[in-house]
């Protein structure tokens, strides 16, 4: 048996749509601003991290060029 409904037509208009009107948000300043404080958190975070990251690479870094230089 075959399955027909893999053949079936597709709409597909060529009209241009114009976007939909969005109604201005009251809470985008809050929003916005939640957003900033989430962004700034996440990049101390990272900051705080690439640094111990760094440091422990350049300790690790010395420690082995210690002993493959002896």
């Known amino acids: 048996m075959r399955n ?3 053949f ?5 208009t060529a009209a241009y749509h114009p976007p ?4 201005p948000d009251a809470d ?14 996440h ?3 990272l900051r705080q991290r690439l640094m111990i990251t760094a440091g422990v690479l350049t300790i690790g870094a010395a420690i082995a060029y210690g ?3 002896s």
Request: no cysteine; glycine share 4%.
């Open 4 to 6: 027909t409904e893999l």
């Open 28 to 41: 985008i300043d809050l929003r916005w601003a939640a957003w900033v404080a989430r962004g700034r958190a």
């Open 20 to 23: 939909l009107a969005v109604a």
């Open 8 to 12: 079936a037509p597709v709409l597909i």
């Open 43 to 45: 990049d101390q975070r």
């Open 67 to 69: 002993f493959l230089r």
